[in-house]
C-alpha cells in the first residue's frame, strides 16, 4: 500500500505572520487594588521603565479599607457595571478593559487602626481571595507600607495595626500558597521596630519619594515570574 508524505515550506509571509504573532501576543495583566502607593507607581508605565514587554500593569485607586464594590467590578470585565453618569457613557464609545491575569490586592497605612477591627480586615480580604480565585484569576497579597517613626507618634495605634495585620497577611499568604508582595520588607528601616525609612518618604512620613518607587520597582521585577508561574493555591476547607 502506498502512501505519500506532503512537505510544507514556509513562505516569506507566513514567517512574516509567525514573528507578528510572537510579537503581539498578549501580555500578563496585573491590577493592583488599592490607594494613594498604586496611584502615584504609575504602574501602566511600568513595562517601559523595565523594559519588559510580557507584563501589562494597571492600578485602582480605592480610598477606604474596604474595596468589594471595585473588586466586583473588576472581575465582571469585559462587561461594565451600569451607571447613569456621563463618564459611563463615554465608557461605551472605548474599548472595554480586559479581564486580568492577576489581581494585587493592597491596603493603606491610612486605614489603620481604623473603625474595623482586625478580624473585620482579615474577613474581608479572605472573601476577596475566594472571589478572586473562583473568577480564575490569581490573586496576590500585598503588605502595608509602615509609616516613619515621627508619623507614628502622631497615632501610637497606626504602627501596632499595620504590624499586626502585615503578619496575619504573611502568614496567610503561606498558608494558602499565595504570591506575596512585600512592600513592608522592601522599604522598612528593620525587621523589628519596621518603621518606613526617612529617606523614602515624601516629607509626610506616609507617602513615598521617588526613591521608594525605585526601589518598589526592584521589588515587583522581582517578583513578576512568581505571580505569574507561582505555586498552586492551597484551598482551605472550612468544616
Known amino acids: 500500500m502506498g502512501y505519500t508524505t506532503e512537505r510544507r515550506f514556509l513562505s516569506v509571509s507566513d514567517y512574516a505572520m509567525a514573528e507578528k504573532r510572537c510579537m503581539t501576543r498578549r501580555p500578563y495583566r496585573i491590577v493592583l487594588l488599592g490607594a494613594s502607593v498604586g496611584q502615584a507607581w504609575n504602574l501602566p508605565a511600568f513595562p517601559e521603565r523595565a523594559k519588559d514587554a510580557d ?16 473588586l466586583d467590578e473588576i472581575l465582571m470585565r469585559p462587561k461594565r457595571k451600569f451607571r447613569l453618569t456621563w463618564s459611563y457613557l463615554r465608557s461605551l464609545f472605548r474599548l472595554p478593559l480586559p479581564t ?9 497605612s491610612a486605614y ?91 516629607g509626610d512620613g506616609s507617602h513615598l519619594n521617588d526613591k521608594a518607587y525605585e526601589t518598589l520597582d526592584k521589588l515587583l521585577h522581582e517578583s513578576l ?8 493555591e492551597r484551598r482551605i476547607v472550612k468544616k
Open 55 to 70: 507584563y501589562a500593569l494597571e492600578s485602582l485607586a480605592v480610598w477606604q479599607f474596604d474595596k468589594s464594590d471595585a
Open 100 to 108: 486580568p491575569d492577576a489581581i494585587i490586592v493592597k491596603e493603606c
Open 112 to 202: 489603620f487602626p481604623g473603625e474595623s477591627t482586625l478580624s473585620q480586615k482579615q474577613s474581608l480580604v479572605m472573601t476577596w481571595v475566594e472571589q478572586i480565585s473562583h473568577s480564575g484569576i490569581k490573586p496576590v497579597l500585598a503588605t502595608v507600607v509602615p509609616v516613619t517613626r515621627a508619623r507614628s507618634g502622631q497615632d501610637k495605634a497606626k504602627m501596632k495595626g499595620i504590624r499586626e495585620f502585615n503578619d496575619w497577611i504573611r502568614n496567610y499568604a503561606r498558608d494558602r500558597r499565595l504570591s506575596l508582595l512585600d512592600l513592608e520588607a522592601a522599604l522598612r528601616t528593620d525587621p523589628v521596630e519596621r518603621y518606613l525609612r526617612d529617606d523614602l518618604t515624601s
Open 225 to 232: 515570574a512568581g505571580i505569574k508561574n507561582g505555586g498552586d
